[in-house]
């Protein structure tokens, strides 16, 4: 199994990013999946879920109304649509797979970095 997340970058406060994960080695649309961020010093935290059909999502207090996830089954991979970038959005993005009978993240990305400057 393999997660491979792109589209971290280094861009100004306001401005925009989407991030990908393109899942492999799995049955993509058998899992729950969810973006996690951890920044330096701190603990890494679920910033956004989405069902395995796409018809249920969830997000952290600190993105809500500003990211969006979203999921293609077909191409077995899953966004994150990043607007009104703060610096406190600065940290390592990681990917990652929960099967329906399990409660933990049973795969993950090797994470990309997002750098939001002031």
């Known amino acids: 199994v393999q997660l491979v997340e792109s589209g971290g970058g280094l861009v100004q406060a306001g401005d925009s990013l989407r991030l990908s994960c393109a899942a492999s080695g799995l049955t993509f649309s058998s899992y729950n999946m969810a973006w996690f961020r951890q920044a330096p010093g701190m603990e890494r935290d679920q910033v956004a879920f989405i069902s395995r059909t796409g018809g249920t999502t969830y997000y952290g207090d600190s993105v809500k109304g500003r990211f969006t996830i979203s999921r293609d089954n077909a191409k077995s991979t899953v966004y994150l649509q990043m607007n009104s970038l703060k610096p406190e959005d600065t940290a390592i993005y990681y990917c990652?797979?929960?099967?329906?009978?399990?409660?933990?993240?049973?795969?993950w990305g090797q994470g990309t970095q997002v750098t939001v400057s002031s």
């Open positions: 990652a797979a929960r099967g329906i009978v399990t409660t933990k993240f049973d795969y």
